[in-house]
């Protein structure tokens, strides 16, 4: 069974960033995925040191899952032209897995999402994770969602847009599907960084 991994969210609860990561990871576990969640708390990390080794517990944890992951799936908020703060810490922390047999996410299909309360914030938040997903050799999926979150788009029961929530399933859909398509050779990749 594929294990997809969910990173995303801001510091406050029931962010629509985080809504959209969990309507994504839905369909992935509709579709006969096992996943888990790292958002908004999860994430609150301190600022990546590449001096420093030893990491918190919460950090700890965030790196587990991903060792463990054949697919991840990020959702970012847009703030001012990138992905948060929090979330690009977050990534920083795969450092950690540069000497691993699997390097970083090497092979890994990884879903982006971005979140904004406008167009252009949303693809921004958006191609701000496709190339750090690209820097850390992971493959983003076909799709990724921009997704716009005007008034009334997220309520507190959820998602009240058909369009949105088909375009966030399908960004799960295509984890799954890239998931279930690689050879199993993946997770023990043994490619050494070349350009370090």
């Known amino acids: 069974m594929s294990f997809i991994v969910g990173i995303g969210g801001t510091l406050r609860p029931g962010s629509s960033s985080e809504q959209a990561l969990a309507i994504s990871l839905r369909a992935a576990a509709d579709s006969g995925a096992q996943t888990a969640v790292l958002s908004g708390r999860a ?3 301190p600022f990546y040191d590449p001096g420093v080794t030893e990491r918190s517990e919460k950090a700890a944890a965030f790196l587990a ?13 847009g703030y001012h032209g990138a992905m948060s703060g929090l979330i690009k810490n977050a990534l920083d922390y795969i450092e950690d897995l540069a000497g691993d ?4 996410l090497s092979d890994v299909p990884v879903g982006c999402i971005g979140v904004a309360y406008g167009n252009q914030a949303a693809v921004a938040a958006l191609s701000s994770l496709r ?13 990724g969602a921009a997704v716009v979150a005007g008034p009334g788009v997220f309520t ?4 009240a847009d058909p369009g949105t929530v088909s375009s966030l399933e399908l960004v799960g859909q ?23």
């Open 43 to 45: 994430l609150d990390f």
């Open 174 to 196: 295509q984890v799954l599907a890239l998931c279930r398509n690689q050879p199993s050779s993946a997770a023990t990749t043994t490619r050494k960084e070349a350009d370090r």
């Open 65 to 77: 899952a991903l060792r463990k992951a054949d697919g991840v799936i990020i959702s970012s908020p």
């Open 101 to 104: 047999p699997r390097v970083y």
């Open 156 to 159: 507190e029961s959820g998602c």
């Open 131 to 143: 190339s750090t997903v690209h820097a850390l050799r992971g493959f983003p999926t076909p799709y």
